[in-house]
C-alpha cells in the first residue's frame, strides 16, 4: 500500500463528512469567530493521537493486556450510544450538556466528542496499528498519510458552517439522523466483527 492508498483509506474512516452534523452540533454553543479554532485545536489533538497510535499503539495495546477485539466492542459500543442520540435527539444535544462559561454561554467542546471519537475513533486508531503492523519499516509513509488525512479533514470541517448554511436547520436535522442511522449499523457491524473474533479465540 503507498502513501495516497493509505490516505484515502484513514480519510473514508475518519470520514469528515459524516462528522459535520456533530462539529455543528458540538461547536452550536460557542461564538462563530471562534469555531474554526475550535476545529484546529481538535484536529491537532487527533493528530497527535493517530501519530502516538503509529509509533506505540501495539506496546501500548500489549501493556495493558487489551486486543484488537476488544478495541472494536469497546469502539462499537460508544459508537452506537452516539449513534442512539443523533437518531432519537436530546435536549442536551448529542454528547450531554456541556458546562456553561463565565459568560452563560455553553461550553466548548475539548477532545470529547470532536477529536475523540469522532475524528480519531476506534477504527482510525485501529487502521494506524495495521498499517504500521504491516510494515514498520515504511513508518516515514504512514505518517505521511495521517498528516494528508488530517489536513483534508481539517479543511473539511472548518467549512462545516457553511455546509450547514447552505442546508439550513432542517437539512442538518435530516443529516444528523441519517448519520445516525448510517453511524448504529457500523456500530452493530463492529460489535458482530469484535463479538465474531472473541468467540473464534475460544476454540
Request: aromatic content about 6%; proline content about 6%.
Amino acid at each position: 500500500m503507498d502513501i495516497a492508498s493509505a490516505a484515502i483509506v484513514l480519510l473514508l474512516v475518519m470520514d469528515p463528512f459524516g462528522n459535520i452534523p456533530l462539529v455543528v452540533s458540538s461547536l452550536r454553543g460557542v461564538a462563530a469567530a471562534r469555531r474554526p479554532r475550535i476545529v484546529l485545536r481538535e484536529c491537532a489533538i487527533a493528530y497527535g493521537v493517530l501519530v502516538a497510535f503509529l509509533f506505540g499503539g501495539q506496546a501500548f495495546l500489549a501493556l495493558l493486556g487489551l486486543s484488537d477485539t476488544a478495541l472494536e466492542i469497546a469502539g462499537g459500543v460508544i459508537l452506537f450510544l452516539i449513534a442512539l442520540r443523533m437518531v432519537f435527539p436530546h435536549p442536551e444535544g448529542i454528547f450531554g450538556e456541556a458546562p456553561a462559561g463565565a459568560d452563560g454561554t455553553t461550553g466548548e467542546p475539548f477532545v470529547v466528542p470532536i477529536a475523540i471519537p469522532a475524528i480519531a475513533g476506534p477504527s482510525a486508531l485501529a487502521s494506524v496499528i495495521v498499517l504500521v503492523s504491516r510494515d514498520p519499516n515504511r513508518w516515514p509513509h504512514w505518517l505521511a498519510a495521517i498528516t494528508i488525512a488530517t489536513l483534508v479533514t481539517l479543511v473539511i470541517l472548518v467549512a462545516a458552517e457553511r455546509v450547514a448554511r447552505w442546508l439550513g436547520e432542517r437539512g442538518i436535522m435530516a443529516m444528523e439522523k441519517l448519520m445516525g442511522l448510517i453511524l448504529t449499523a457500523i456500530a452493530i457491524q463492529m460489535l458482530l466483527s469484535g463479538i465474531a473474533g472473541f468467540v473464534s479465540s475460544l476454540h
